[in-house]
Nanobody
């Protein structure tokens, strides 16, 4: 069992930056690939960014490439999402997720993940 707790979401103006964090506990963090997903009001949950268990490989959805950066600190059992140049379209609840992984790859499909946090709300005002 892995417990995930997101933090860092808040109201921010368009063009601003936020850093989300996800604290993990319960199992060996380095065995898990991690991902960030988001769900906007009235929309389905969508992939944002993912990182391999060793943190050597990452992947992003096209809309955030060049603006968001995912990072994984296996020593601190922590996952981060640095979000820059935020726009109102980034408004959503952001979730971190963990997948027990044999392969050292990032995973972009929600159904691939084993554990989910409760989410942290990001609101970007125009």
């Amino acid at each position: 069992q892995v417990q995930l707790l997101e933090s860092g979401g808040r109201l921010v103006q368009a063009g601003g930056s936020l850093r989300l964090a996800c604290a993990a506990s319960g199992r060996t963090f380095s065995n898990y690939a991690m991902g960030w997903f988001r769900q906007a009001p009235g929309k389905e949950r969508e992939f944002v960014a993912a990182i391999s268990r060793s943190a050597t490989t990452s992947d992003y959805t096209d809309s955030v490439k060049g603006r968001f950066t995912i990072a994984k600190d296996n020593a601190k059992n922590a996952l981060y999402l640095q979000m820059n140049s935020l726009s109102p379209e980034d408004t959503a609840v952001y979730y971190c997720a963990a997948k027990s992984a044999i392969n050292d790859l990032p995973y972009i499909k929600p159904h691939a993940y084993d554990y989910w946090g409760q989410g942290t709300r990001v609101t970007v005002s125009s």
